[in-house]
């Protein structure tokens, strides 16, 4: 609801590195990701908005005609290239990006879904936007595809010293343990693992992996759309409020306890 195309977390995972391509004097800003990457589609609308030039390595075929997420993309000035699934998979060596860096000119390079420090620097400002804590146990929720906003959360309140929070992700991916590393290699130099901030993922709402969705999910979707006119989608926020809702029914959250449930966008 900030911003018709840079709305959810993407643009706070994207905030700060465009600031650093600037001050980097790059003309070019290129990043990765599937043919309905919500990612893509915000850095090709930021960078038409403050007129930089961007790519998109795409995984996988770009189809023909494009869709909607790539069309949008294409339309904003975003040169769309595709990578084989084989080669996708070395996006984060060093060969395959010095590669990159030669073939595009030297461009300012975001990983994939913004994962990178700046990244999580930028989602650390959600914090900011959240209602004053009160006595009631507060407990603040969002979908996790690679664990960076999550770390910003638990960085944010750390740095803003805010107590009687906890935070727990639901992942969308069927790699149990993988976003609580990565959370780790984030909050560990900065020693946050030690703070009295509670965190949690929670790895059992994933219905097969990302993207997958099986009938439990399904069932709760429809159901969603008679009672709430809020939109949610399959991949993140869906799994996201049915993940919320079996844990509020299972008592594992606790009655009384404040929830906020951030809405991270999702796929278009």
Request: net charge positive; proline share 4%.
């Amino acid at each position: 609801m900030m911003h018709p195309d840079l709305g959810g977390n993407k643009w706070f995972k994207l905030k700060r590195n465009l600031k650093e391509a600037t001050k980097q004097q790059k003309e070019t800003i290129l990043s990765f990701g599937g043919a309905y990457s919500n990612h893509l589609r915000s850095l090709a609308a930021a960078g038409n908005i403050f007129g930089i030039n961007t790519i998109g390595l795409v995984r996988g075929e770009i189809p023909n005609p494009l869709n909607p997420v790539l069309k949008f993309a294409h339309d904003n000035g975003m040169g769309l290239v595709p990578i084989d699934r084989k080669t996708y998979r070395l996006k984060t060596t060093q060969e395959f990006l010095a590669h990159i860096k030669d073939r595009y000119k030297d461009p300012y390079i975001i990983p994939e879904g913004g994962n990178n420090w700046l990244g999580v620097a930028g989602a650390a400002e959600i914090v900011d936007l959240l209602p004053p804590v009160t006595q009631i146990k507060r407990i603040i929720t969002i979908a996790c595809g690679t664990g960076a906003t999550v770390s910003g959360l638990i960085s944010g309140l750390v740095a803003r010293e805010i107590k009687k929070t906890e935070i727990l992700g639901i992942s969308v991916l069927n790699a149990p343990g993988l976003i609580a590393k990565q959370v780790k290699q984030y909050l560990h130099p900065k020693k946050q693992t030690t703070t009295n901030v509670n965190w949690k993922i929670e790895d059992r709402f994933h219905c097969g992996g990302y993207a997958k969705i099986n009938s439990e999910l399904e069932f709760f979707l429809s159901s969603w759309k008679i009672d709430s006119e809020i939109p949610i989608e399959a991949v993140y926020t869906g799994k996201l409020f049915w993940g919320l809702r079996s844990l509020i029914e299972q008592g594992t959250i606790e009655k009384g306890s404040e929830v906020i449930a951030i809405h991270s966008g999702g796929i278009f």
